[in-house]
């Protein structure tokens, strides 16, 4: 007698499964439409993109990441494209569009060998051996500089900034920017963090400035303290200047006036052994991490002391190193050791609010680059073309080692892994020479964005390499062979590396899903009815 056999659900009702085929299809198709996404904005005669958000707000930019992120992308395999961007952000701060055009070519060549039957772990395994190689290759044909190469570090920061909405004044913001990383430089380490990025709408980008100290959007807590302080003694403060609670519970009894006034007037009495102490240091500014009492305020302003609030901890550690101040827990050690100098404190009004300069300071470990533009929009893109170029001045010190751009590496990437393609037998081959293809993604980019011909110029490009001229880029604005190296277009090493190894990375990661199961996520469901339906139901199928 045959049996009613059940279907067996494993899955929560309204999961949705792709496999095999058509899941790597999906993702290949997710990851390259981000990358096409992002192609356009690459290279010195990129465009711009316009991201309005839920709310209205707009941004203009051409970076890579900002894009991205902005973009609110759902897609799992294309978020997994946007971790690349955000890797190389994080590493560098610039090349996230080389990475992610990148990545998408990767996948792009991958499915074409998938097309003629090539096992997604054969390419894999290609992939790996590829991207080795190109570790070693890009290696090889980098040069050394030292911190001393200040023309070299100046172009590297043009660099960064070509083709976003600094150009104009790249000059001016790359030679900051040099000088900025150069200052905050300690035994051969930079720490980016160490360098302060304000921007302030009003007044042209040739305003921007570098302040050797900091400067926080706070105020002086009393019109009655000075507003300039020369030869600031600063003190920082990580504790609240207020009378602090019992930590435990207590009840204060009072019978008569005169306990009330003594009361108060031994809080007064508190506050002002407080100031008493900030100012028994020798400080005449004092800057607070916490609270500050208005009674204390009062008393700070009588003293001359120049007082701030609530400053954020990242901006106490800026302070601390701009300054050699230490930051201090306890009021009872502050002593005059404990001190950090500035030449100038000042409150100054830029436009509607107030900020706080701390200016001047002997040698300071870490300094604001302060950037002006016309509009909100202009200031936000120069603001993240000036923290490319930081990222890049700082990569290459950290390493040492930079390479020609304008599509030079790439391009002598590409040939020099054909090479080792023919020394491979078996079908790893195939991946490594798309490997390499892969790689001619940039330069013919940069050609299609200039509105060249993409055809003539890579044969030219090609033909200069094998000539052994490993610096020939493209010029894209007379669509011309060039030297890169000579024309200054110059960016570090760790760029390449990184936008080398995250892309092919997150490539074989892709190219090795072969089943997607997307949950419904409608949240708490009813529990499901056991197969046959409920008991006294007729046996109704759910």
């Known amino acids: 007698m045959a049996q009613n056999i059940q279907p067996i ?25 981000v990358a096409e996404t992002v192609r356009t904005t690459l290279g010195p005669k990129g465009m711009d993109k316009m991201i309005v958000d839920s709310l209205g707000d707009v941004t203009v930019t051409n970076d890579g990441v900002t894009i991205l992120e902005e ?83 100046k172009k590297i920061a043009q660099t960064a900034m070509t083709g976003k909405g600094a150009e104009y004044s790249k000059e001016t913001l790359a030679a900051l920017a040099v000088k900025a990383v150069k200052m905050v430089e300690e035994d051969s380490y930079v720490d980016k963090e160490n360098i302060k990025i304000e921007k302030r709408t009003g007044g042209s980008v040739d305003e921007s400035e570098l302040i050797k100290g900091i400067v926080i959007d706070k105020e002086r807590l009393s019109p009655n303290m000075p507003r300039v302080v020369k030869n600031a003694k600063i003190a920082l403060i990580d504790r609240e200047i207020e009378i602090k609670k019992t930590e435990f519970e207590a009840k204060i009894e009072i019978d008569n006036p005169e306990q009330l006034q ?15 102490k900030v100012a028994g240091a020798g400080a005449n500014v004092m800057l607070c991490q916490k609270g500050v009492d208005d009674v204390a305020v009062h008393f700070f302003a009588k003293k001359g002391i120049y007082a701030v609030r609530r400053i954020s901890e990242s901006d106490m550690k800026k302070i601390g190193k701009a300054t050699g101040a230490k930051i201090v827990t306890n009021l009872k050690d502050l002593s005059n050791e404990d001190l950090g100098f500035a030449g100038t404190v000042e409150e100054r009004k830029v436009g509607d609010e107030e900020y706080t300069y701390i200016m001047d300071c002997k040698n300071p ?132 590396t990184q936008a080398v190894s995250s892309a092919s990375e997150v490539a074989v990661m892709v190219l090795r899903i072969d089943d997607v199961i997307a949950s419904s996520g409608k949240g708490d469901k009813m529990p499901q009815m056991p197969p046959g339906g409920m008991p006294g139901m007729g046996g109704m199928d759910y």
């Open 9 to 33: 659900f494993i899955l929560p009702e309204g999961t949705q499964r792709t496999l095999g085929r058509d899941a790597q299809r999906n993702n290949i198709m997710a990851a390259k439409l």
């Open 365 to 496: 470990k870490a300094v604001t680059l302060l950037i002006r533009g016309g509009t909100e929009h202009v200031t936000n893109e120069i603001e993240r073309a000036v923290t490319d170029a930081v990222g890049d001045v700082t990569a290459a010190l950290k390493d040492g080692m930079v390479v020609a751009g304008a599509g030079a590496p790439e391009t002598e990437l590409a040939m020099q892994m054909r090479k080792y393609a023919e020394t491979l037998s078996g079908r790893e081959q195939l991946a490594v020479q798309a490997f390499a293809d892969a790689m001619e993604v940039i330069p013919r980019t940069l050609v299609e964005n200039a509105g060249l011909d993409p055809i003539d110029t890579m044969t030219d490009l090609k033909a200069a390499h094998s000539k052994k001229q490993k610096w020939a880029g493209i010029d894209v604005f007379s669509g011309k062979v060039m030297d890169a190296w000579k024309k200054g277009v110059i960016e570090p090493l760790k760029i390449k």
């Open 262 to 276: 003594a009361f108060l007037d031994q809080e007064e009495k508190m506050l002002r052994d407080m100031v008493d």
């Open 71 to 153: 973009m609110n992308i759902e897609h799992p395999a294309a978020k997994m494209i946007v971790e690349v961007a955000k890797t190389q952000e994080n590493e560098i701060g610039d090349g996230t569009t080389t990475a992610v055009v990148l990545a998408g070519e990767l996948l792009k060549n991958a499915e074409e060998l998938l097309d003629k039957e090539v096992h997604p772990a054969v390419i894999s395994r290609g992939y790996r051996l590829a991207e080795t190689k190109a570790q070693e290759i890009l290696n090889e044909m980098a040069e050394k500089i030292t911190a001393d190469n200040d023309e070299v570090l």
